[in-house]
């Protein structure tokens, strides 16, 4: 080689080496080259000129008025939100995702999102659960609302759900406690704070539910000994309200995930909305874990509250387990008083450890999922059970464990369930009290697993 | 095991039967034992041979007795390899830090997590960082149970240089890691010296460091010891973690990151009668500080100190035609978080984790003719994790044997018209066998589980060399990791044990070229090559419900890229360096692989003056520019962090003291000039414009 030669050779290194790519093309939704996902608009784009009421201007696409169900979509510490018609076809693939806004310090969303169970006609209320503690509101027009964070600076309080009443007031419910016992009041956990739904401020107001926190008899998950007073907090779930009353399940389960297992008795914490004060009302049976509430199907008064069983003995220990699965429905009078309806108790029966992402088929009538087991190889199992007269069958099957997630069901629709096996959701129509299996449907990106469905 | 045996044996006894006359050639270059020192590493080490050529040797496969020059290399290893070396000795810059000299190389990425003495992982080629093999010398630093391995905890200016080999590496370093191998040689004492960094610079950081080398014919010692510390206060873009409202949006300040770290280590080699060469290497390191967590969330309370403490001694002899090597060597590593407030973790916790590793090794390689070379490498490991909760359920402590045999045939020789072409072909088959146990308390009764797994690698590789100057340079290879206890065995919370894990296996092929050379004034290497690497199995976490999850053997992936390396020195007065990596990665449906910018390079630029007068003996400017593209921090592709350019200037005066051979060296180096800051790992964010300066003292006596 000349001189001449490797000094070309040098120099065109070493320029390559100062060269950049930062808008290389790549291949996610991201990509400058890539059509808009449905619905959204690319990253940070603002639409030129002002909305036709002189509103502010829409940072998403706003959603067609046949948008029925919210489906979220997540893995990997991100997520995606798109929708569903009422028949269960695509309305939106992705209205929203953790890319659509450029990343700064954070994500646009996290990889911890929920639609919470009741939102005000028009809008749309993300919560970004663990980590991020954050609830982010928009109007179906893709109208940003607000976001706010519910949480310290350094703990994460693990936002479950939130509710917005006709008066205005908004309120969210915070699973964690924070380990210091001295923090201030609003950083304490346990509770439902208040927020303005417009500006998704904190409004101050609060309500303690550590008073339902207690000391329970446990057992010691390595020596197997018993232990008195393990620390049990009350673990607040998801929100339902019924008139003036807020029905908030707990899922009252030990202050560590690592030392001894305990539970409390299954509850869940009846809020007046007037006065802000909560009533602890326990469900009959033994039950535990009880976060999960939802409402019933063309009630305004009945909630179902699904407990999923906690064992001292460790997570899917079966017989412990069994004990303390079942399935409640309660009629919340106007007065705020609760009453149960119908039950069913898996331990009376035998019955499956069901009670995993449960949903009304209406009146007594349930979905849920019972989940497989690694060890014994079994599959998870969809189920319709009657809390009544406690008939259980087998709606479907997933192909594995922890593979069915939380799924939806409207009156006149079809019963939409999320198999993270197939990648798609299962759709179920109802024919007299079973169901015939349709074409599945997918939705979002296929990088992404499909958590849950839940009705605008 | 058999195999092993069989292995070893002969090489060893092939070795023995080519037992040396005196005066024997022994410029061989590859396969160095664990400290022994190669001929140069210095880019101009081989320019004799580019000038001189090589002897002619007559048609066909070279038959005589004589051992060639290798082909133009990068690395005095072995030539077929894709490894690079770099050395923080006589570095222009001040308070040098490893990942900074790793990712001067091609192929090699690093991602760090904050600042000075913040948590850096390397990765090569695609490859994940817990992909990559870390050795002292010839025996492992890294452990498949520690995960990837963390950079910060080694002091770069303490070694001699460290060696990167991306894909398929040599066989004598018996490893079989997917992405490949990073190899930090200790320094070894040639003459009499004394020498002393201190340091300050931006963000309250300090560092000092003490060294020494006695040099003898019988015995030589090498010394290096360095404290630094930092508070790493420095300002970050806080977005209030609301995307879409910037009403809150400030510049925040990392909290708790502070830091102090300890390195220190010696070597020891003695030259024995009859051509033996004992080697010894300890090593202890230690760092604590905060852990500021993600900056969204900020942690005031969470402490972490990391300590470590190892040694390597090897006995090797050299022989005419072969030599032998036995080398045996530890790792203790205590690993303590505490986390009273919750504030990184789903818990509360006060962990003290303990690893302890203990390996043997032996290695030998002989000349079965003159042409053909066989090296035998075998290896036994043992692994003890013992984890310790202090507010919760242990683990399962686990312990993992390992045994590991390689064999490799090397033909070399010459071919071709006049006999000008240098050939080098290498075939190498590796088995590795684990057992992986655990036992933990579980209901009072005691729970045991075991995995056990076998899997071989190899790899064929050649060079051609139809000019002294110039190789062209194949490698195909098999690789395989292990998972980790955690992976296998669970936590008993928050992670569900599967101890049917198979391991994540790959297959790698890479074809490029080396020219090494001087020309009129100009010594330059530089190095070429395409590189496709496949993986398979890859071990991903699964959620199961309620925030526990289950580690599966997932996805298949691929990288494939261009690599280019070079330096240069013009004269006295100019050196240049420069490394690119051009990746392309595909996962799981068609996506690319996280973390894994497309384009990465880096450009150094020094102008030395030389001698001005008595006292100034060099007066040194320098740049420095680091891109790293744009590239996704997640496996689905949807969050993109922007790519980024990172420019570095500054200059060394060296002093001549006196005629007594002491040097002082001042440094100054502005880091980030233009402060774009930027982050590795979303949320984790990096310090931007800084400065350091630095007092370097050297007395040869």
Same mark, same amino acid.
């Given at each position: 080689?000349?001189?001449r030669?490797?000094?070309?050779?040098?120099?065109?290194?070493?320029?390559?080496?100062?060269?950049?790519?930062?808008?290389?093309?790549?291949?996610?939704?991201?990509?400058?080259?890539?059509?808009?996902?449905d619905?959204?608009?690319?990253?940070?784009?603002?639409?030129?000129?002002?909305?036709?009421?002189?509103?502010p201007?829409?940072?998403?696409?706003?959603?067609?008025?046949?948008?029925?169900f919210?489906?979220?979509?997540?893995?990997?510490?991100?997520?995606?939100?798109?929708?569903?018609?009422?028949?269960?076809?695509?309305?939106?693939?992705?209205?929203?995702?953790?890319g659509?806004?450029?990343?700064?310090?954070?994500?646009t969303l996290?990889?911890?999102?929920?639609?919470?169970?009741?939102?005000?006609?028009g809008?749309?209320?993300?919560?970004?659960?663990?980590?991020?503690?954050?609830?982010?509101?928009?109007?179906?027009?893709?109208?940003?609302i607000?976001?706010?964070?519910?949480?310290?600076?350094?703990?994460?309080?693990?936002?479950?759900?939130?509710?917005?009443?006709?008066?205005?007031?908004?309120?969210?419910?915070?699973?964690?406690?924070?380990?210091?016992?001295?923090?201030?009041?609003?950083?304490?956990?346990?509770d439902l704070i208040?927020?303005?739904?417009?500006?998704?401020?904190?409004?101050?107001?609060?309500?303690d539910?550590?008073?339902?926190?207690?000391?329970?008899?446990?057992?010691?998950?390595?020596?197997?000994?018993p232990?008195?007073?393990?620390?049990?907090?009350?673990?607040?779930?998801?929100?339902?309200?019924?008139?003036?009353t807020?029905?908030?399940?707990?899922?009252?389960?030990?202050?560590?995930?690592?030392?001894p297992?305990?539970?409390?008795p299954?509850?869940?914490?009846?809020?007046?909305?007037?006065?802000?004060?909560?009533?602890?009302?326990?469900?009959?049976?033994?039950?535990?874990?009880c976060?999960?509430?939802?409402p019933?199907?063309?009630?305004?008064?009945?909630?179902i509250?699904?407990c999923?069983?906690?064992?001292?003995?460790?997570?899917?220990?079966e017989?412990?387990?069994?004990?303390?699965?079942?399935?409640?429905?309660?009629?919340?009078?106007?007065?705020?008083?609760?009453?149960?309806?119908?039950?069913?108790e898996?331990?009376?029966?035998?019955?499956?450890?069901?009670?995993?992402?449960?949903?009304s088929?209406?009146g007594?009538?349930?979905?849920?999922?019972?989940f497989?087991?690694?060890?014994?190889?079994?599959?998870?199992?969809?189920?319709?059970?009657?809390?009544?007269?406690?008939?259980?069958?087998v709606?479907?099957t997933?192909?594995?464990?922890?593979?069915?997630?939380?799924?939806?069901?409207?009156?006149?629709?079809?019963?939409?369930?999320?198999?993270?096996?197939?990648?798609?959701?299962?759709?179920?129509?109802?024919?007299?009290?079973?169901?015939?299996?349709?074409?599945?449907?997918?939705i979002?990106?296929?990088?992404?697993?499909?958590?849950?469905?839940?009705?605008? | 095991?058999r195999?092993?045996?069989?292995?070893?044996?002969?090489?060893?006894?092939g070795?023995?039967?080519?037992?040396?006359?005196?005066?024997?050639?022994?410029?061989?270059? +590859?396969?160095?034992?664990a400290?022994?020192?190669p001929?140069?590493?210095?880019?101009?080490?081989?320019?004799?041979?580019v000038?001189?050529?090589?002897?002619?040797e007559?048609?066909?496969?070279?038959?005589?007795?004589?051992?060639?020059?290798?082909?133009?290399?990068?690395?005095?290893?072995?030539?077929?390899?894709?490894?690079?070396?770099?050395n923080?000795?006589d570095?222009?810059?001040?308070?040098?830090?490893?990942?900074?000299?790793?990712?001067s190389?091609?192929?090699?990425?690093?991602?760090?997590?904050?600042?000075?003495?913040?948590?850096?992982?390397?990765?090569?080629?695609?490859?994940?960082?817990?992909?990559?093999?870390?050795?002292?010398?010839?025996?492992p630093?890294?452990?498949?149970?520690?995960?990837?391995?963390?950079?910060?905890l080694?002091?770069?200016t303490a070694?001699?240089?460290?060696?990167?080999?991306?894909?398929?590496?040599?066989?004598?370093?018996?490893?079989?890691a997917?992405?490949?191998?990073?190899?930090?040689?200790?320094?070894?004492?040639?003459?009499?010296?004394?020498?002393?960094?201190?340091?300050?610079?931006s963000?309250?950081?300090?560092?000092?460091?003490?060294?020494?080398?006695?040099?003898?014919?019988?015995?030589?010692?090498?010394?290096?010891?360095?404290v630094d510390?930092a508070?790493n206060?420095?300002?970050?873009?806080?977005?209030?973690?609301?995307?879409?409202?910037?009403?809150?949006?400030?510049?925040?300040?990392?909290v708790?990151?502070?830091?102090?770290?300890?390195?220190?280590?010696v070597?020891?080699?003695s030259?024995?009668?009859?051509g033996?060469?004992?080697?010894?290497?300890?090593?202890?390191?230690?760092?604590?500080?905060?852990?500021?967590?993600?900056?969204?969330?900020?942690?005031?309370?969470?402490?972490?100190?990391?300590?470590?403490?190892?040694?390597?001694?090897?006995?090797?002899?050299?022989?005419?035609?072969?030599?032998?090597?036995?080398?045996?060597?530890?790792?203790?590593?205590?690993?303590?978080?505490?986390?009273?407030?919750?504030?990184?973790?789903?818990e509360?916790?006060?962990?003290?984790?303990?690893f302890?590793?203990?390996?043997?090794?032996?290695?030998?390689?002989?000349?079965?003719?003159?042409?053909?070379?066989?090296?035998?490498?075998?290896?036994?490991?043992?692994?003890?994790?013992e984890?310790?909760?202090q507010?919760?359920i242990?683990?399962?402590?686990?312990?993992?044997?390992?045994?590991?045999g390689?064999?490799?045939?090397?033909?070399?020789?010459?071919?071709?018209?006049?006999?000008?072409?240098?050939?080098?072909?290498?075939?190498?088959?590796r088995?590795?066998?684990?057992?992986?146990?655990?036992?933990?308390?579980?209901?009072?009764?005691?729970?045991?589980?075991?995995s056990?797994?076998?899997?071989?690698?190899?790899?064929?590789?050649?060079?051609?060399?139809?000019?002294?100057?110039?190789?062209?340079?194949?490698?195909?290879?098999?690789?395989?990791?292990?998972?980790?206890?955690?992976?296998?065995?669970?936590?008993?919370?928050?992670i569900?044990?599967?101890?049917?894990?198979?391991?994540e296996?790959?297959?790698?092929?890479?074809?490029?070229?080396?020219?090494?050379?001087?020309?009129s004034?100009?010594?330059?290497?530089?190095?070429a090559?395409?590189?496709d690497?496949?993986?398979?199995?890859?071990?991903?976490?699964?959620?199961?419900?309620?925030?526990?999850?289950?580690?599966?053997?997932?996805?298949?992936?691929?990288?494939?890229?261009?690599?280019?390396?070079?330096?240069?020195?013009?004269?006295?007065?100019?050196?240049?360096?420069?490394?690119?990596?051009?990746?392309?990665?595909?996962?799981?449906?068609?996506? +690319?692989l996280?973390?894994?910018?497309?384009?990465?390079?880096?450009?150094?630029?020094?102008?030395?003056?030389?001698?001005?007068?008595?006292r100034?003996h060099?007066?040194?400017?320098?740049?420095?520019?680091?891109?790293?593209?744009?590239?996704?921090?997640?496996?689905?592709?949807?969050?993109?962090?922007?790519?980024?350019?990172?420019?570095?200037?500054?200059?060394?005066?060296?002093?001549a003291?006196?005629?007594d051979?002491?040097?002082?060296s001042?440094?100054?180096?502005?880091?980030?000039?233009?402060d774009?800051?930027?982050?590795?790992?979303?949320?984790?964010?990096?310090?931007?414009r800084?400065?350091?300066?630095?007092?370097?003292?050297?007395?040869?006596?």
């Amino acid at each position: 080689m000349t001189e001449r030669k490797t000094l070309l050779f040098l120099a065109l290194a070493m320029a390559l080496a100062g060269c950049g790519d930062d808008d290389g093309s790549t291949t996610g939704v991201m990509d400058a080259g890539d059509p808009p996902t449905d619905g959204a608009m690319p990253d940070g784009e603002m639409p030129d000129g002002e909305m036709p009421d002189g509103g502010p201007d829409p940072v998403l696409a706003a959603l067609p008025d046949t948008a029925t169900f919210g489906v979220v979509s997540s893995g990997d510490g991100v997520a995606s939100v798109g929708f569903l018609d009422a028949s269960g076809d695509v309305a939106v693939d992705v209205w929203i995702d953790s890319g659509t806004m450029p990343p700064e310090l954070t994500a646009t969303l996290g990889g911890d999102v929920v639609l919470a169970t009741e939102t005000p006609e028009g809008t749309v209320t993300l919560l970004d659960r663990f980590g991020a503690d954050l609830i982010t509101r928009f109007t179906t027009g893709g109208v940003f609302i607000g976001q706010g964070r519910f949480t310290p600076e350094s703990v994460s309080l693990n936002l479950q759900d939130a509710v917005i009443l006709p008066d205005g007031r908004g309120f969210v419910s915070r699973f964690g406690q924070n380990p210091d016992g001295g923090a201030a009041a609003e950083d304490r956990g346990s509770d439902l704070i208040g927020f303005d739904p417009a500006t998704l401020e904190t409004t101050g107001e609060r309500i303690d539910l550590s008073v339902f926190n207690l000391q329970s008899d446990g057992i010691d998950p390595e020596t197997g000994d018993p232990v008195s007073d393990v620390n049990v907090l009350a673990r607040p779930g998801r929100i339902v309200r019924r008139g003036d009353t807020l029905v908030v399940g707990l899922g009252r389960l030990p202050a560590s995930f690592t030392g001894p297992r305990a539970s409390g008795p299954g509850a869940v914490a009846l809020v007046a909305t007037g006065g802000l004060d909560a009533t602890l009302f326990e469900l009959p049976g033994g039950l535990a874990n009880c976060d999960q509430v939802l409402p019933v199907l063309g009630s305004a008064t009945d909630v179902i509250v699904s407990c999923k069983g906690y064992s001292n003995l460790g997570f899917g220990e079966e017989t412990g387990t069994r004990e303390t699965v079942g399935i409640v429905r309660l009629s919340i009078a106007a007065s705020g008083e609760a009453s149960v309806v119908s039950s069913w108790e898996a331990a009376t029966a035998d019955g499956p450890l069901a009670g995993w992402n449960t949903l009304s088929l209406g009146g007594d009538v349930v979905a849920t999922v019972a989940f497989g087991d690694f060890v014994a190889e079994t599959d998870d199992e969809l189920l319709r059970i009657d809390l009544s007269t406690g008939d259980v069958s087998v709606i479907a099957t997933g192909a594995g464990q922890f593979v069915l997630s939380q799924g939806a069901f409207t009156e006149g629709g079809p019963l939409l369930v999320p198999d993270g096996a197939m990648g798609a959701i299962r759709r179920f129509t109802p024919a007299g009290e079973g169901f015939t299996e349709e074409t599945a449907v997918t939705i979002g990106p296929p990088t992404l697993t499909i958590r849950s469905i839940a009705a605008l | 095991m058999r195999f092993l045996v069989l292995t070893t044996l002969l090489a060893a006894a092939g070795a023995a039967r080519a037992q040396p006359s005196e005066g024997a050639p022994v410029e061989r270059v +590859e396969g160095a034992a664990a400290s022994e020192p190669p001929p140069s590493s210095e880019p101009e080490a081989d320019s004799d041979a580019v000038d001189e050529g090589w002897e002619d040797e007559g048609p066909g496969l070279s038959a005589s007795a004589r051992v060639d020059a290798p082909p133009a290399s990068a690395n005095v290893l072995d030539a077929t390899a894709a490894g690079t070396e770099a050395n923080a000795r006589d570095a222009a810059a001040a308070d040098v830090s490893t990942p900074e000299l790793l990712l001067s190389l091609p192929g090699v990425d690093v991602r760090q997590t904050g600042a000075a003495g913040a948590g850096a992982f390397v990765a090569l080629r695609g490859a994940a960082p817990n992909q990559t093999t870390v050795l002292l010398g010839d025996l492992p630093l890294s452990s498949p149970d520690t995960g990837a391995f963390d950079l910060a905890l080694l002091a770069g200016t303490a070694f001699d240089r460290v060696e990167v080999y991306r894909g398929g590496a040599p066989a004598w370093l018996g490893s079989g890691a997917i992405g490949g191998v990073v190899r930090f040689l200790p320094p070894e004492a040639v003459g009499r010296r004394l020498q002393a960094r201190l340091g300050m610079g931006s963000f309250g950081r300090w560092h000092l460091g003490v060294g020494s080398e006695v040099g003898g014919p019988r015995l030589s010692v090498a010394t290096n010891l360095e404290v630094d510390g930092a508070t790493n206060d420095f300002p970050f873009a806080d977005d209030g973690g609301t995307a879409f409202d910037p009403s809150d949006d400030s510049e925040g300040r990392r909290v708790n990151a502070h830091t102090r770290g300890a390195f220190g280590l010696v070597h020891v080699q003695s030259e024995l009668p009859r051509g033996g060469q004992l080697d010894a290497v300890v090593h202890g390191a230690s760092r604590t500080g905060g852990d500021p967590g993600p900056a969204q969330l900020t942690a005031e309370a969470t402490r972490r100190t990391d300590v470590r403490l190892g040694g390597t001694a090897a006995y090797s002899h050299r022989f005419a035609h072969g030599r032998l090597q036995l080398a045996a060597g530890g790792n203790v590593f205590e690993q303590r978080v505490s986390d009273p407030l919750q504030e990184i973790g789903l818990e509360r916790n006060a962990n003290r984790d303990r690893f302890a590793d203990a390996t043997f090794r032996a290695a030998g390689s002989a000349d079965l003719t003159p042409w053909l070379e066989l090296t035998a490498v075998g290896a036994t490991r043992t692994h003890r994790y013992e984890p310790d909760n202090q507010l919760g359920i242990d683990p399962p402590s686990s312990t993992r044997h390992t045994l590991t045999g390689t064999s490799e045939l090397r033909a070399h020789g010459r071919a071709g018209p006049a006999r000008a072409v240098h050939l080098e072909l290498r075939g190498s088959a590796r088995v590795e066998h684990q057992r992986t146990h655990a036992a933990g308390l579980r209901l009072g009764r005691t729970i045991r589980e075991d995995s056990n797994d076998t899997r071989p690698t190899i790899r064929l590789a050649g060079a051609v060399a139809p000019r002294p100057w110039i190789s062209f340079v194949g490698s195909v290879a098999t690789g395989a990791r292990f998972p980790s206890f955690l992976e296998l065995f669970g936590n008993q919370s928050s992670i569900v044990a599967n101890v049917g894990l198979g391991p994540e296996q790959s297959r790698a092929a890479d074809v490029g070229l080396v020219v090494k050379g001087r020309t009129s004034g100009l010594r330059g290497l530089l190095e070429a090559r395409y590189f496709d690497l496949r993986v398979r199995d890859i071990v991903l976490a699964a959620p199961t419900s309620q925030q526990t999850v289950r580690f599966e053997n997932s996805e298949d992936a691929r990288s494939r890229g261009l690599e280019l390396g070079g330096q240069a020195t013009w004269g006295t007065h100019i050196v240049l360096r420069g490394a690119m990596t051009y990746l392309r990665t595909r996962g799981e449906r068609g996506v +690319e692989l996280n973390w894994r910018p497309r384009l990465q390079s880096h450009a150094h630029a020094e102008v030395h003056s030389r001698a001005l007068g008595r006292r100034v003996h060099d007066l040194v400017a320098f740049t420095t520019v680091l891109h790293r593209g744009a590239y996704f921090n997640d496996r689905a592709n949807l969050v993109r962090i922007a790519g980024r350019t990172w420019l570095a200037l500054g200059c060394r005066v060296d002093l001549a003291l006196s005629g007594d051979g002491s040097r002082l060296s001042l440094l100054a180096t502005a880091r980030d000039v233009l402060d774009r800051r930027g982050q590795d790992f979303l949320g984790f964010p990096l310090p931007g414009r800084r400065y350091a300066g630095e007092l370097r003292y050297r007395w040869d006596w």
